[in-house]
């Protein structure tokens, strides 16, 4: 017969014998507690060990994980579309993923084509023409023929699309659901309400964004002006909400960053508004250098400005003296990434001569026709390199240390290695 091995015996019987039964289990208990405290520790500090060890990593090179043949047209022009890839040119636009397989295409004749997306949303436009397509991830949603040039476009994630149209006496925003009926119209002139130099509509298509330049006694600003069509624009005069007026500051470019958070980027700085319903100015910065570049991100701002000669000069005669640079001195371009309370988050210098910058998945990537910096949230350089082909696109792709690099002939998947 088995034997039956007991783990406790019986606790004897008698108060004395009882307490010492007490003690036995509860040290038993107490070993077993530090043991699992000390495992949970060491597995916590290789956690941490690990993630602070990946986040500093930097790659030499890369692996081609994925590389499919194809052809593009010649000046076509790519843009990242949630994971997939947008190829437009004068011909049409196509939606490819990463196997190259059309998901949808649509053909068409412009001269200059210009894009804008919001989620799955996508609105392209031939700027000095007068048509419009809107796509969703399935594709086309309607297509918009105006009587006037089209000069600049703007789309939210459910497809409600405003175009700013120029004639010569005067200049018009329209409004289309995404069925392409029209929405709401204005009528703009320089002597009325100021020309407008930038729209943005928000992700949820109820508020629209517009910078008015105006010009009062020879002096030129700028207006801000916010537009709700919602249940609360109705109570207001032409649904405007909210206006501020710039004197001496020229701002070419409104962004909205979310369905409640807009950007504002001057010839000065930036100003960050606030407002489900009606916006109001936030935060501001104010930048001493020329702004050479900018580009938008999920509730991010960058912007890339060339330091002064005169700080050039410095550096280089501190190089020459102590014979090397300082961190702070490496480095012709200053890049910045602010969030939407102003606060930077990223900061860095580079040399590159880049033509391209973009925010993807949290990535900072700069790059030209054959180099690249990719760069983590941290600012830490996680790659830089360059590529034998002309790069017409690239951006992080799903998996760790993957993206896509487009050329004119393939496309490949790179895991950095």
């Not at 594709?139 to 699309?161: D, K």
């Not at 909400?241 to 409104?254: G, W």
Request: contains cysteine.
């Amino acid at each position: 017969m088995a034997s039956i091995t007991q783990l406790y015996k019986t606790p004897p019987h008698g108060d004395g014998g009882m307490e010492e039964y007490k003690k036995k289990l509860f040290r038993h208990r107490a070993g077993l507690g530090i043991r699992f405290l000390i495992c949970a520790v060491v597995v916590l500090v290789i956690v941490v060990g690990l993630w602070i060890w990946f986040r500093g990593r930097t790659y030499a090179g890369y692996e081609v994980v994925s590389s499919v043949e194809s052809t593009s047209a010649v000046n076509t022009q790519y843009a990242e579309y949630n994971g997939q890839l947008l190829r437009y040119s004068r011909d049409g636009i196509s939606c490819v993923n990463a196997k190259n397989e059309a998901v949808w295409s649509q053909t068409y004749n412009m001269h200059y084509p210009i894009l804008d997306i919001c989620g799955s949303a996508v609105v392209i436009a031939d700027q000095q023409g007068s048509e419009a397509y809107v796509f969703n991830s399935q594709g086309l949603l309607t297509q918009i023929t105006t009587r006037l040039p089209i000069q600049q476009v703007s789309v939210s994630a459910q497809g409600v699309t405003a175009l700013l149209l120029n004639d010569s006496a005067a200049s018009w925003i329209y409004l289309y659901d995404a069925e392409g009926n029209v929405l709401a119209e204005s009528r703009c002139s320089l002597d009325e309400t100021g020309q407008p130099l930038s729209i943005s509509i928000s992700r949820d298509g109820s508020k629209l964004a517009v910078s008015y330049l105006q010009v009062q006694e020879g002096s030129a600003g700028s207006c801000v002006v916010f537009y709700n069509f919602g249940s609360v624009g109705a109570n207001f005069v032409d649904k405007i909400v909210s206006s501020t007026v710039y004197e001496d500051t020229i701002i070419p470019r409104v962004e909205y960053l979310s369905s409640s958070v807009c950007a504002a980027v001057s010839d000065q700085g930036i100003i960050f508004y606030e407002g489900a319903e009606i916006p109001e100015e936030g935060a501001a910065l104010t930048l001493d250098a020329e702004i050479l570049s900018v580009f938008f991100g999920t509730d991010r701002v960058g912007i890339i400005t060339e330091e002064a000669q005169a700080a050039d000069e410095a550096a280089e005669e501190t190089g020459k003296k102590t014979g090397k640079k300082t961190e702070e001195e490496a480095g012709r371009y200053q890049v910045n990434v602010y969030d939407t309370a102003g606060r930077t988050v990223l900061s860095l210098r580079t040399d590159l001569k880049y033509t391209q910058a973009k925010i993807s998945e949290d990535m900072l990537i700069l790059y030209n026709d054959t180099e690249c910096e990719i760069y983590s949230a941290q600012g830490v350089l996680k790659y830089a390199g360059t590529f034998d082909t002309a790069i017409g696109d690239l951006y992080k792709a799903a998996g760790f240390r993957k993206y896509v690099v487009v050329f004119s002939d393939r496309t490949d998947i790179i895991k950095l290695k």
